[in-house]
């Protein structure tokens, strides 16, 4: 005989929890508590302990007439969420535009706890992103984002990431010799852009400069396939131009 799951007390008190904020926040000019329970579906036996808690913790409060609206820690969840939502969107329409004016995929990476990361990206059918035929975290000695990144690090941190992570040949072009990149990175003027050429992968031509804010370190990045790699200088001059634009859309 099948036997049918019921959820745990913990997992189903959270779920009604946010099944009666999901009302309040419904309700903006308020709810009264019979409304509550016919809409949640709840006694007042399991609402009437719930509706402390969430009074407690400042989600929902109760007016003098006795109905519930949202109270400020639900409210100022909403905007912050609201306010995340439109700062991410503001950033996808910043990369979008880079992308659309380059004719190129746009790429935005940082570097945290060590560890490469693409973050956002804007790409197309007529601008495919690169194939990450080897996760960029085990290549950074070989492509232009990888390389713009550790050019903002210093000599240990450097060292630091290539001790962690070694060095393969992924196409006859890339450096595996550590003094070799090492050398390369420390001579990277910091306002010019990095270029990858068929290093991380053939048929693909990148280039990356950095946008630093603070100690944070990441960089803003493009791809191309070998077939454009004519216009590559000149969409990365273009890509240096935008970083602006991209850095105030991250910091704003």
Known sequence: MALKHKATAPHDSVQSALRVLEIVTRHGSGVTTAGLAREARLPA?????????LRREGYVEQTADGTYTAGESLSRLGSAHRRDEA?????QRTLDGLRDSIGAAVYISRYVDGEV?????AAGPRTPAVNEWVDFRSSAHASAIGKSLLTQLDVNGRRDH?????MARLTSRTITNERVLLNRLAAQPATVPVLDLQEYAVGTVCAAVPITAGSSVG???LSLPVEHAHRLREAADTLNRGAGRVLLSLAI
Request: charged fraction near 35%.
């Open 117 to 121: 990361r693409v973050t956002d990206f």
């Open 162 to 166: 290539l001790s962690r992570h070694k």
């Open 45 to 53: 036996t399991r609402l009437a302990p719930l509706l402390r808690t």
């Open 219 to 221: 960089c803003l990045a």
């Open 87 to 91: 700062l991410r969107e503001k950033l």
